[in-house]
């Protein structure tokens, strides 16, 4: 059922899953089970004081019916682009994680007593043309003549390409622990995930595509329509790829301590060039070129999963510890070590909001009775 009640949160679910869920629920044996799993993995606490589980599973069901009607001719479900319906507003607003089974081994809550890790926040650094920087975080502003920032966006004066020599270009760099917003000449929009850096000229420049680079790093575009651009394309280069987009909605993963570039498509078309191929995405679908590999794979993915970030959430399905402590070290801005190794492929599902301290979610893991957590300032030791 766990697995299920996940698959059904993260639009993931088919057709056939989703009855499942709803004859599970409608058993009223199963009430026990739903409780306690409810219960201990949706942390309830004073914020939750008047959860009430059987409520809880009527909206599901109530909801599980609807759709079911509404798809009943589908295999399986489209996603909610924003996750937002109300029996997931209801069951993540607080986190809450799992694996494929909870140890009856006596939990020791490590967590207890340990000092709040906070969450990361607004902030980059701007490095302008002439190599000055210039630190950009919340309740700070700067503005000049081709920009302003209120300290939690960065937004260029919008301009039409200009003479056709080369614009100097920008950089803006987000630093772990932080997250930003610039909106570039043309009106194109990205979105910067923590430990990120975009290269982009001050202006575009006439009769030539719109190019920009990701550094590194993690961003979502929402690409101004090339329509409005003389039908120039908008193209994002990083070190494996170049992305190539006449308007559109995407998101390009390029870590430098991943193996990997994915570039995610939401909505519109793009094609992916390594310059040993090139392949066309539809929405839905993800490309992914690995290091020292020529090929470009492409496949089915749960977009709400992928972009989750960009919409305040981390979102886990079946991900191995390592990874998941990676990805929430760049936000928290932690230093994870392993003590014991066979930890790093351990397995587990779970949900976070970005705006919450991270040490709830790290209790919840310790509930499971696998793994324990040894916090040391910003330093997370696993055992």
Do not use: C
């Not at 700067?142 to 302003?148: A, F, G, H, I, V």
């Not at 040993?276 to 995405?281: A, D, G, H, S, T």
């Amino acid at each position: 059922m766990e697995e299920l009640i996940v698959k059904y949160i993260t639009r993931s679910i088919t057709g056939e899953e989703l009855e499942l869920l709803e004859e599970y629920l409608e058993n009223p044996v199963n009430d026990g089970i739903f409780r306690t799993f409810t219960e201990l993995n949706y942390a309830l606490d004073d914020l939750m004081s008047d959860y009430k589980p059987e409520e809880a599973k009527q909206k599901i069901l109530s909801v599980i019916r609807k759709e079911r009607d509404r798809t009943k001719y589908k295999q399986r479900l489209v996603y909610l682009r924003y996750a937002a319906a109300a029996v997931i507003l209801l069951l993540i607003s607080l986190p809450f994680v799992f694996n494929d089974s909870f140890s009856d081994k006596p939990v020791i809550n490590a967590m207890e007593g340990i000092t709040e890790i906070p969450p990361g926040e607004d902030r980059a650094i701007l490095t302008l043309e002439d190599g000055s920087n210039v630190v950009l975080e919340n309740g700070e502003k700067y503005t000049t003549e081709k920009l302003k920032s209120d300290g939690k966006s960065l937004v260029y004066e919008k301009a039409s390409p200009g003479a056709e020599e080369e614009a100097a270009f920008n950089y803006l760099t987000v630093p772990r622990g932080g997250q930003f917003f610039v909106r570039l000449p043309d009106s194109t929009g990205v979105w910067l995930n923590s430990e990120s850096r975009l290269k982009y000229p001050v202006h575009f420049t006439k009769n030539r595509p719109r190019e920009v680079e990701l550094v590194y790093g993690e961003a979502y575009l929402d690409v101004s329509s090339a329509a409005r651009h003389g039908n120039m394309a908008f193209k994002v280069k990083t070190g494996a790829q170049t992305v190539e987009v006449l308007g559109t909605e995407f998101n390009i993963k390029a870590y430098r301590d991943e193996h990997r570039v994915t570039t995610t498509l939401v909505e519109g078309r793009v094609a992916v060039d390594n310059e040993e191929m090139k392949k066309m995405l539809s929405p839905g679908q993800q490309s992914e070129i690995r290091d020292g590999d020529k090929d470009i794979e492409v496949h089915e993915v749960n977009v709400a999963m992928e972009i989750a970030w960009k919409n305040g959430l981390f979102m886990f399905d079946k991900m191995p510890l390592e990874e998941m402590m990676r990805i929430l070290s760049r936000w928290y801005d932690l230093q994870v070590k392993f003590e014991d190794e066979k930890k790093k492929e351990m397995v587990f599902s779970g949900f976070l909001s970005r705006s919450e301290n991270v040490n709830e979610l790290l209790k919840n893991i310790e509930r499971t009775g696998e793994v324990k957590f040894l916090v040391k300032e910003k330093t997370v030791i696993i055992q």
